[in-house]
């Protein structure tokens, strides 16, 4: 699987976490600093959490679950400067709004063509919703 990451595309990085969110509470720090979460998890203690991690890897089980974006904006929103992963169906059409809501790395399914993706982010100029980087909506400006 291809990950571009900061609109790169990594080759060095790290791997997607295997312990998923609900079972590093229960572990705390000793279970490391990166976890998988998916929108089943309860956000208000990740984002109590999310200072203690270095990577939050937010999973799409389907095209149609948009939690995973809630999830990245509010965390991006209350500060969250780590790495935020979106991993699963991360479909290349997806992306730029991805990067939008807070995402800053993307793990491409086999399928997808890693360069091409790359060109998916910025690709649309024009939005009609708020950001995490806190670009406003066009009819703002």
Do not use: C
Not at 20 to 42: E, K, M, T, Y
Not at 133 to 138: C, F, M
């Amino acid at each position: 699987m291809a990950l571009i990451k900061d609109q790169r595309l990594s080759f060095s990085h790290a791997a997607t976490p295997e312990i998923r969110f609900a079972d590093w509470l229960s572990g705390g720090i000793a279970a490391g600093d990166a976890v998988l979460a998916n929108g089943a998890d309860d956000l208000p203690s990740l984002l109590a959490h999310a200072e203690k991690l270095s990577m939050i890897a937010i999973e799409f089980d389907t095209f149609a679950d948009g939690r995973g974006f809630s999830m990245a904006r509010m965390l991006r929103r209350q500060g969250y400067t780590g790495e935020i992963r979106a991993v699963g169906d991360v479909a290349m059409d997806r992306i730029d709004f991805m990067q939008r809501a807070g995402f800053n790395a993307f793990e491409l399914r086999d399928d997808q063509d890693a360069l091409q993706a790359l060109q998916k982010i910025g690709e649309v100029s024009v939005h009609f919703q708020p950001s995490a980087d806190g670009k406003g909506p066009a009819y703002m400006m």
